[in-house]
């Protein structure tokens, strides 16, 4: 069935969490959407944007949860991700316009080894011009658009860990989890700077959303063949998860 499809049917009235697996190319509104129309849900949220490009789990909060849409969203995060050296963006991921294609012939894996366990622990990031952090009122990403650059100020983040779990160079293969307001695409590009060579994200997946995981997710093609039935039965109930509103 489309996703498309306006169903004739009464208000979906409860309330509870839904773990989504994000695909690639859908945006996380794309997903409030399919399931506000697909099962007639009045409020719907979600806890944590991932980028179109990037993958894996997002927290849905449907009904009454969506008051916890806040407090859930400044969850520690976890994400499995792909960072390709010698390349530089506009982006700082493969989504934007190349910068920069340099020699890394002379880095080593022992280098990036090295280099990664600088990147923990309490850091301050730039934010990149296409995050959707406002300044001026204006979201950074509908600056960047217009053709503008402005002068970001450092935030403070937390690396809570950072694993390199494979290395092929050009490509790194690593696990982080961070805290809130973490961008892992400035962090491959803070890497690549400090292997003087530049580096950008070439993938990312989330796993892990505070006490939620990827592993007890549904994957928007099961969602699509479900009817409110269905929905309430994959509803994480918000008094077994011990979660006061």
């Not at 290395?167 to 961008?183: E, H, M, N, Q, R």
Request: with cysteine; net charge positive.
């Amino acid at each position: 069935m489309s996703e498309n499809k306006q169903f004739k049917q009464p208000p979906f009235l409860d309330s509870g969490i839904l773990l989504v697996d994000k695909p690639p190319e859908w945006t996380s509104h794309d997903v409030v959407n399919l399931i506000r129309r697909r099962f007639n849900v009045k409020k719907v949220g979600h806890c944590g944007t991932l980028d179109p490009a990037a993958t894996g789990l997002l927290v849905m909060v449907l009904g009454r949860a969506t008051k916890l849409s806040q407090k859930l969203s400044g969850d520690d995060k976890t994400y499995e991700g792909n960072m390709l050296i010698g390349t530089e963006t506009d982006s700082q991921d493969l989504d934007g316009t190349i910068t920069a294609e340099n020699d890394w012939s002379a880095v080593t894996k022992e280098q990036v080894i090295k280099v990664s366990k600088e990147f923990t622990g309490e850091l301050y990031q730039t934010p990149p011009m296409v995050s959707a952090k406002k300044i001026g009122g204006k979201r950074l990403y509908k600056l960047a658009r217009e053709g503008k650059v402005v002068e970001r100020e450092p935030v403070k983040i937390k690396i809570i860990c950072l694993d390199i779990t494979e290395i092929d160079l050009p490509y790194v293969k690593f696990t982080a989890s961070c805290s809130k307001g973490t961008y892992i695409r400035t962090l491959c590009y803070d890497i690549g700077k400090q292997l003087g060579c530049g580096a950008v994200l070439a993938g990312l997946r989330r796993t892990q959303c505070g006490m939620f995981s990827i592993k007890n997710s549904t994957t928007v093609e099961k969602i699509k063949e479900w009817e409110q039935e269905e929905l309430a039965e994959n509803l994480l109930w918000l008094h077994n998860l011990k979660i006061p509103i």
